[in-house]
C-alpha cells in the first residue's frame, strides 16, 4: 500500500507564510507527478501547484508568485507559502502519482488526508 501524509498547516495572519511537506512511502516503484490540490468550503477541490520528476513546476493563476512548490527526492514534496491571503483559506492535499512496478508505465494517484491552512485578515 502507499501512504502520502502532509503536514505544515495550522493557523497564520495574512501577509504571513506557511511551509507544507508531503511524505510518501510504501509500494512505489517510481514516482510521477507530485502537487498540492486545495479546496475551500463550499467549493471544488482545484490544483494549487505540481512538480513532474523531471522538475518541472506549474502553478495556479492565483498562487504564481507566492508560492513554490519543491521535492528534495524521490518521495517528497513541499509547498513554500508567502503573502498569504484569506483566500488562500482552504484543506490543502498532496497527491502523488505512483507506479507500484518497475518500468509498468502504469500510474495511480494516491491522496493524503489533508491539512488546514486557515488565513486571518
Known amino acids: 500500500q502507499v501512504q502520502v501524509v502532509e503536514s505544515g498547516g495550522g493557523l497564520v495572519q495574512a501577509g504571513g507564510s506557511l511551509r507544507l511537506s508531503c511524505a510518501a512511502s510504501g509500494r512505489i516503484a517510481s514516482i510521477n507527478a507530485m502537487g498540492w490540490y486545495r479546496q475551500a468550503p463550499g467549493k471544488q477541490r482545484e490544483l494549487v501547484a505540481a512538480i513532474t520528476s523531471g522538475g518541472s513546476t506549474n502553478y495556479a493563476d492565483s498562487v504564481k508568485g507566492r508560492f513554490t512548490i519543491s521535492r528534495d527526492n524521490a518521495k517528497n514534496v513541499y509547498l513554500q507559502m508567502n503573502s498569504l491571503n484569506p483566500e488562500d483559506t482552504a484543506v490543502y492535499y498532496c497527491?502523488?502519482?505512483?507506479?507500484?512496478?518497475?518500468?509498468?508505465?502504469?500510474?495511480?494517484?494516491?491522496w493524503g488526508q489533508g491539512t488546514q491552512v486557515t488565513v486571518s485578515s
Open positions: 497527491a502523488v502519482d505512483v507506479a507500484y512496478e518497475t518500468y509498468s508505465g502504469r500510474y495511480y494517484r494516491h
